[in-house]
């Protein structure tokens, strides 16, 4: 699976960006996909999922700010992040999970929110 992941940018603190990740494969056979993010010097952590089914699952930080969406047609996966902070700052990886096989990732979009 390809992921090609689009949307990032330079926003000031309380703005907004709209992240999108297109996959190569048909939606119905990846079971979950996401985004996580990593800051310098952090560890990559979970920003926001989406399964099959629609049933969604956010980090603790993200505290009703972000949306994702998932268009299993289009086989596409957006990440509507509002009231950004400084703290949201770090490269955003789109993430597919398929049963038996490893974490496919897309190659990363900069998120950057100044002050």
């Known amino acids: 699976v390809q992921l090609q992941a689009s949307g990032g940018g330079l926003v000031q603190s309380g703005g907004s960006l709209r992240l999108s990740c297109a996959a190569s494969?048909?939606?119905?056979?990846?079971?979950?996909m996401g985004w996580y993010r990593q800051a310098p010097g952090k560890q990559r952590e979970l920003v926001a999922t989406v399964n099959r089914e629609g049933y969604t699952n956010y980090g603790e930080f993200v505290e009703g700010r972000f949306i994702i969406s998932r268009d299993m047609a289009r086989n596409t996966v957006t990440l509507q992040m509002d009231s950004l902070k400084p703290e949201d700052t770090g490269v955003y990886y789109c993430n597919a999970i398929i049963r038996g096989l490893p974490d496919f990732w897309g190659q990363g979009t900069q998120v950057t929110v100044s002050s």
């Open positions: 494969r048909r939606s119905f056979s990846i079971f979950v």
